[in-house]
């Protein structure tokens, strides 16, 4: 693999985190009865330049500087603010994979997003592309900072076990359309491969691919298995399931294509660039599928010296 394709640490990062690890929670909001007029001086007292529009916990639009200055332009009179907010909302949940946010933020070019509780509904923060940089700044230091601790090196145990062929096999149950947990697999297989002393860029790349794998499997069937098969220079993670299948595979490995369904785009799933990710990030990947009984990923990744 070359290093311009070698995913960055901060690419790995927004894989684990989520919305509400770095969201600003001190929510500053109006309500929809407020007028206009009182507009300028809640945006200039709070240095903002939009807030949600907030009746009993729930939101319901949203107001931006924008939008007032258009109102002063417009000569029009002073009304309430519901008359002006833009009620077509586009949200991000607390629980919601960073990676995701990011995406939206990509698609849509707004700069903030309301942060909602996803099962009670009521708004509890706010999101920010500075959020994003400042939180990512602050986990990159952590990590950086828990890199330094000894690990116990995959290396001892192979050279412990006397045997003729000797693998590490790891298995995550991921469970369909559960996309409050979709991401914890990954994330737990993280940590096991820091802890085993794989190299941070094998590790990086392992995550990334098995994120994505696992992502499929939460969007487009009712769950699967993903397995991590470590071996003294390789690592194999496999993704498997039971679903509807792949139509069209040459298709499916085209970046941006995507057979997701309209609700699924809204949660920010099923951009089309899962399996074009892993097969970056891995040095090969094997994929089949057979319509009505399931689908099967391999990546396979080099691991020479990760355990020096």
């Not at 894989?15 to 009865?33: C, H, K, L």
């Not at 009746?55 to 519901?82: H, Q, T």
């Amino acid at each position: 693999m070359s290093s311009e394709m070698r995913p960055t640490k901060t690419q790995e990062i927004v894989y684990e985190v989520r919305v509400g690890d770095v969201m600003t929670r001190n929510v500053i909001a109006v309500r929809p009865q407020d007028r206009m007029s009182e507009l300028r001086h809640v945006l200039k007292c709070n240095s903002i330049s939009g807030l949600p529009v907030v009746d009993e916990d729930r939101l319901v639009g949203l107001i931006s500087l924008e939008d007032f200055i258009k109102w002063l332009a417009d000569r029009a009179d002073d009304c309430a603010i519901e008359e002006r907010m833009t009620k077509r909302l586009k949200i991000v949940h607390d629980d919601e994979l960073l990676v995701l946010a990011i995406r939206k933020f990509e698609r849509s070019g707004l700069g903030r997003f309301p942060v909602v509780d996803r099962e009670e509904g009521k708004v509890v923060g706010i999101l920010t592309k500075g959020d994003v940089i400042e939180g990512l700044l602050r986990k990159l230091e952590i990590d950086y900072e828990e890199e330094q601790i000894p690990r116990h090196r995959a290396s001892h145990i192979f050279e412990d076990i006397e045997a003729d062929s000797t693998m590490l096999l790891f298995q995550y149950d991921v469970k369909g359309q559960d996309f409050k947990q979709a991401g914890s697999s990954s994330s737990r297989l993280k940590r096991t491969l820091k802890r085993l002393g794989l190299r941070p860029d094998i590790v990086r790349r392992v995550t990334i691919a098995s994120y994505e794998a696992e992502m499929n499997l939460v969007v487009f069937t009712q769950g699967g298995k993903i397995r991590a098969r470590i071996q003294p220079t390789k690592v194999f993670v496999e993704a498997e399931d039971s679903g509807p299948g792949i139509v069209d595979l040459e298709k499916a490995l085209q970046p941006g294509y995507s057979t997701a369904p309209d609700w699924v785009r809204e949660l920010g799933f099923g951009a089309g660039m899962g399996l074009s990710n892993i097969a970056r990030c891995s040095d090969e990947m094997n994929l089949t599928s057979e319509l009505g009984v399931g689908t099967q990923l391999e990546a396979r990744f080099a691991v020479e010296g990760s355990a020096a």
